[in-house]
């Protein structure tokens, strides 16, 4: 068996962050500053944080020794930036990724709140198919993520990655047992109030998204306006 690979808290929000951006941004791969300003929005996290940059560059760091996480220049901007490598380094396609990276950006979550968050990213058609890719992502060596609901549990089956660090996850499983519903019986798809309430959620994640990212664009466009005056002014 592979060891397992344990990743602290800082260093699963900004690997989630490059893989959601990964998917979902323009501008990618990321400078520092967008790293930043990704892993701190307030959608699509939980908890909120607000990480600064020497936090996230030693957490860069760790990722980068671990092969999870590269650095690179490109050839039309000065700036460097950064890039995961989740998939190549895990052998894993675009659907595990953004299941994994899902679950790396909000920790524990129901099988329908994931289907729905990680669709930002890459299409997952309903539950079957969540449901197989979350099976292949347990069946590795060691399983990338974990099922915290009991076996008999059929709607609202809850999963969370398995990344942790040694003791993090058995203590979310004991915290997962002690608030643990009683099993419903049948299954099926999610009540309409309840598909209704994931859908609200879902759009709620898409505006806040989109606020950051104009959020993030609006302040490069103040860095370069700012580096045009001072040239301007250089040369006056």
Known sequence: MESPIQLNFEERRVVGTLIEKGFTAKQYPLTLNGIVVGSNQKSCRWPVTNLDEEKVLDALEGLRRKGLVTLIQLSNSRTE????????????????????????????????ELRQRASRMVRIEGLEELEAVLAKLAARQPPLVARLSPEGRRRGVRWTHAVYPPGELEEIRRKEAEEEPAAEDGGGAPAPAAS???????????????????????????????SRQSTVDSRQ
Request: no cysteine.
């Open 81 to 112: 930036r950064w890039k995961h490598r989740i998939g190549e380094t895990l052998a894993l396609d675009d659907k595990e990724t953004a299941v994994l990276g899902e679950l790396l950006l909000r920790g524990p979550q129901t099988d329908g």
């Open 196 to 226: 209704a309430t994931l859908e609200g959620a879902f759009l709620r994640d898409e505006v806040e998204a989109l606020r950051a990212e104009v959020t993030a664009l609006a302040e490069r466009v103040r860095k370069l306006e700012e």
